[in-house]
Structure formats: C-alpha cells, structure tokens
C-alpha cells in the first residue's frame, strides 16, 4: 500500500513504544544501515526521465483516480496508469510541506507523459469531500474508468492497549475510505456499464502479526467489501479485484523498519527478496487491462512467497 500517511507500505510493522514488557514482539533496536540495507535503498525511480510510453490493451484513452499516490505504490500505480496513455486523478493527505512536496513530484512525473492530471487534498475518511473530489475529477477528465483505492495508514499496537483512536482511524482510513471512493464512482461505472476497481490490501488481511488487529481488521474487510462490490457490480461489466502486497520497498519501509527484520522478510520470502512498488502496479495494471476482463472478486497476492 502507499499510504497518505503512517506504517511502511503493507508490511504492517510500525516502530511502537509504550509496550510493558513481555507484550511487544522481539524487535531488534539496531538501526545503522549495512550493506543490505543500503542495497534496499536504492531509489526505485533512480533515472529521472520519463520512460516511453507503452501500449496496453483497452487502456489509452480511459481516466483513472487513484487514492494516496504522493508516494509508494500509489505513485507507482499512477505512473504506470500514465505511461499507458491514462488520464489520472489522485488525492493525497495533506499534513503540511512534506505531503505538498511529494504530491507536487507525482505531478510532475505524471505530467511527464502528455496525459491531463487532477490533484486534490482530499481526507478519504470524509465522505463529502470523497464525493466533490469524484464529482471534480469526472468533469474535468471527461469521465471516470478506473479506480484504484490505496490510500492507507498504520497505527500498530497490542490490541489491549489499543486507543478507540487508533482503531478509529485506521478502520476509516482503510475500510470506510475505500467504501466512499467505490460508493462514488459506482453511479458513473453503472451507467457506462464498465468500470474496472482495485482495492490494494495486504497480506496481513490473510496472515495477521503481532500489534496489526487494527490494520489486519481494515484490510481483511476491503477483501470482503471487494467480493461484494464484484457481486453487485458485476451485471454493469464492472470488475472489482484487490492486491495483497507483502513487505514492499519504499522510504516509509527502509527508514522505519531495522535491518535484522527487513533481513528475516526477505529470507521467509520464497524468492528471497522485498518487493518493488513497480511490482504491485504491473499487477494492478493488468487487472486494469481488457487482458483481465473475465477476472472479478479476485485477490491475487504480490508478496514474493511470503505466505507460503
């Protein structure tokens, strides 16, 4: 997941105080980057100009919104969009410069491909500003085709010292903000009759850690909401799948996480490494594509072999 703000991208792990003892799980403080770390933080998007254009079918020409795409998988799904000739939308969380500077770069590396870009800081938790910002984007991108729901946070802790906020805000971020989007657009994709949505979960919604009752609780709902949306959405040629990345590589994960953990992910891993978020938007752009058109209520996992 690339979040609007909180925990690395669907790693699920958050650096955590306050637990008494015996409550946490064993976490290595060490925090100096070693060689495997510095190797993780190579930039993703290292070479600054824009790659060529490329074709994929049923894609030019379509307008996608895209939640929490300042950064990480968000960013990666709306370039990827973008290079395939899709108009794009995105909102982001706007907590102060920071948030400005990273929307400010997607923009820019989206403008890069001759596509028409609609930005917005829209709080996904708010159901009016969601259907303003849906309204928006409709209007000056001439239509809505895709919807990508993203946008998500972590608030990590043992359940029995869990705040009523920190469950709040997690299960409105996740859960009721994917719901606000799809409730949005669902009107427009039905009189189209077509549509094509993908919820990013996380594998945590299939095998839970320690801390994650929120996080694991919001994304093992937006499975649920997926298989239901895919059911009702279905007869109007709208397919609705989700995407369960594991640990996937991003600032948020490399800056947050120490190295011993990011070392035993990758080795649980059955290939042995993280994950890119270019991997996630190669799938989420497939299920974009008319190459999946008989695919919905699907969950397809991008984790490397983490579940296995």
Same mark, same amino acid.
């Given at each position: 997941m690339a979040v609007s703000k909180g925990s690395p991208t669907s @790693? @699920?792990?958050? *650096? *955590?105080? @306050?637990? =008494? *003892? @015996?409550?946490? =799980?064993?976490? =290595?403080?060490?925090?100096n980057a070693g060689a495997a770390v510095e190797e993780l933080l190579d930039e993703v998007e290292a070479n600054p100009e824009p790659r060529p254009r490329v074709s994929v079918e049923g894609l030019d020409g379509r307008a996608a919104l895209v939640t929490g795409a300042s950064s990480g998988i968000g960013r990666a799904v709306a370039i990827a969009l973008a290079r395939s000739g899709v108009d794009i939308a995105f909102n982001y969380l706007d907590e102060g410069e920071e948030s400005r500077r990273e929307a400010d770069l997607t923009e820019r590396k989206l403008s890069n491909y001759d596509v028409r870009v609609v930005r917005g800081a829209v709080d996904c938790r708010d159901p009016d500003a969601v259907s303003e910002f849906v309204n928006r984007a409709t209007g000056e991108l001439d239509g809505l085709h895709i919807l990508v729901n993203n946008a998500g946070i972590g608030r990590d802790r043992a359940l029995w010292r869990m705040s009523d906020e920190e469950w709040q805000d997690v299960l409105q971020t996740n859960l009721s903000g994917a719901f606000y989007f799809l409730r949005a657009v669902a009107p427009g994709f039905r009189a189209q009759e077509y549509g094509k949505i993908v919820n990013i979960s996380s594998v945590h919604a299939l095998r839970s850690e320690f801390g994650l009752a929120n996080y694991a609780a919001s994304k093992g709902g937006l499975l649920a909401l997926t298989r239901s949306a895919a059911l009702e959405l279905g007869p109007s040629n709208v397919n609705v799948n989700a995407v369960a990345p594991g640990y996937i590589r991003t600032t948020r994960l490399t800056e947050r996480v120490p190295s011993e953990i990011l070392d035993r992910t990758r080795e649980r891993s059955a290939l042995g490494r993280l994950g890119d978020p270019q991997d996630v938007a190669g799938v989420v752009l497939f299920l974009c594509s008319e190459a999946a058109r008989h695919i919905t209520g699907a969950v397809l996992p991008v984790d490397g072999g983490h579940l296995l």
């Open positions: @790693g @699920g792990w958050q *650096e *955590e105080e @306050g637990y =008494p *003892e @015996g409550d946490a =799980p064993t976490v =290595p403080s060490a925090r």
